[in-house]
């Protein structure tokens, strides 16, 4: 008898979820962050810088992997070949240690297919597609956007459910419920700064997809009401970059009491992120947009490369940036 091997048995093989929905649900957890693309003095893109944000970002309280080419990062104002290189950049970095969602969305369902076959080739987990964001849309052509769009890529993705101005159209949870039949998708991102509207999109089809939010007030909120169909994720969170540091884990506080059960730990947390975010960033949000210049100023003071935003970005003024940094420094988050 071997009683060595008998000893340290092998550990019981863990059947993995084979629907691509029921598979997000299973291995995605806590915040996926938003992730800045820094810039050198010349414009260009800052390589090294990039790949320092990548690990500071992934050794943050509470982050269980990346959002990658959302708003935050500036897509819009890249290069289709600056956008592939920074998918390249940070899943290299990342190397499998946590899972990346990469934005692919574009105006031209075409560029859409290009981008997402590149980033499924540099190892992507999932992707990100927003709504086409310019010219005359309906829900009858934006379904057949993604239809196009869907059968020709081979990853899961997400689809993008805004009432922010800054991108003129929402997909309604009808509209998203009409996807549903669309091979690959798995998830929607409901930012609609709105309790209803959130609570309507679960009940629509929260049975059957993800909804997931990048705020810590509708994550909660749909852990208490939506238990059994919220997810344990939140998808393009930036207050993790904003409102937390190492010493003062804000946000890796909330998401573990938040996934525990513990909602009354969960909400002091809460409390104190909302209260921050508020002059950093929801007062933007309220006007209908990002203001991703600022955000990005911000973040620095988690040693995160920056460069400053690229045009049309609107650039922060000195008063909003010393207004902002005098409540961080309040709430213990100086550079």
Known sequence: MNTLRNAH??????????DPRQAIRARFKRYFTALYTPFRSDGDLDEDGLRRNVEITLALPGVG???LNSIHQEFWTLTDTERMRVTELVLETVAGRKPVIVGVSDTSARNVVTLARHAKAAGAD???VWPPYYGVRTGEGVRAFYEYVAERI???FFVYSTTLSELGFYLTPDMVEALL??????G?????????????????????????????EYFLFGKMSFPDRAPD??????????????????CGRFIETALAGDYPAANLQLREIVAIAET????????????VALFKELSTHLGLASGGARPPASPATASEIDECRAIMQTFGLGA
């Open 154 to 156: 081979d990853l899961p």
């Open 181 to 186: 039949p669309v091979p690959h998708l798995v």
């Open 188 to 216: 929607v991102h409901s930012s609609t700064m709105n309790f209803a509207s959130y609570a309507a999109m679960m009940e629509r089809v929260g049975d059957r997809i993800a909804v997931s939010t990048s705020l810590e």
């Open 280 to 291: 950093l960033q929801s007062r933007y949000f309220a006007r209908g947009y990002h203001h």
């Open 126 to 128: 999932t992707l990100m």
């Open 9 to 18: 048995p092998s550990p019981p093989i863990i059947e993995q979820p084979t």
């Open 233 to 250: 994720f939140m998808m393009g969170s930036s207050r993790p970059l904003l409102v937390q540091n190492p010493q003062h884990p804000r």
């Open 65 to 67: 992997g990346l959002s």
